[in-house]
């Protein structure tokens, strides 16, 4: 085993290496991580959100949204069988039961799409969800 000295010559042996700031740097940067890459999933889908003025912002831990062409995602994964996103959603809901789901759709989407999107989520066992929108811009605000 080679041991390496301090410089001064009169100092100790140094015997090993400190990790504690590489995991804290590790950590740091999962976390980054983790919140940025829901962040990049619902980017991903191009949707035009309905613009609503009494709105405010919820967070949620399940993304379910329905693009123009009326595709349905969970989490940024596309399901063409409302049963197997049902069971994708069950098994979401068994490991976080305070699951909260974020439903967002396009605003060309048929309001009956909507509904079965809301019906998917809450016979899955979700019991907290909000409708995604987004806020008014000055000037729609001012035409109301």
Same mark, same amino acid.
């Given at each position: 085993?080679?041991?390496?000295?301090?410089?001064?010559?009169?100092?100790?042996?140094?015997?090993?290496?400190?990790?504690t700031?590489?995991?804290?740097?590790?950590?740091?940067?999962?976390?980054?991580?983790?919140?940025?890459?829901?962040?990049?999933?619902?980017?991903?889908?191009?949707?035009?959100?309905?613009?609503?003025?009494?709105?405010?912002?919820?967070?949620?831990t399940?993304?379910?949204?329905?693009?123009?062409?009326?595709?349905?995602?969970?989490?940024?994964?596309?399901?063409?069988?409302?049963? *197997?996103?049902?069971?994708?959603?069950?098994?979401?809901?068994?490991?976080?039961?305070?699951?909260?789901?974020?439903?967002? *759709?396009?605003?060309?989407?048929?309001?009956?799409?909507?509904?079965r999107?809301?019906?998917?989520?809450?016979?899955?066992?979700?019991?907290?969800?909000?409708?995604?929108?987004?806020?008014?811009?000055?000037?729609?605000?001012?035409?109301?």
């Amino acid at each position: 085993m080679t041991a390496y000295q301090d410089e001064d010559g009169g100092a100790d042996v140094i015997s090993g290496i400190n990790v504690t700031p590489l995991v804290d740097v590790t950590l740091v940067l999962l976390i980054i991580f983790m919140v940025t890459a829901q962040l990049i999933v619902e980017r991903g889908i191009s949707i035009e959100s309905p613009k609503t003025a009494s709105g405010s912002e919820v967070e949620g831990t399940l993304a379910v949204t329905i693009d123009r062409q009326r595709v349905l995602y969970v989490n940024g994964k596309t399901y063409s069988d409302p049963a *197997a996103a049902r069971r994708v959603i069950e098994d979401e809901v068994v490991e976080n039961p305070e699951l909260k789901a974020i439903i967002s *759709a396009d605003t060309s989407v048929p309001h009956g799409d909507v509904m079965r999107a809301i019906d998917i989520v809450k016979l899955a066992g979700v019991t907290k969800f909000a409708l995604k929108s987004d806020p008014l811009g000055e000037e729609e605000e001012e035409q109301r």
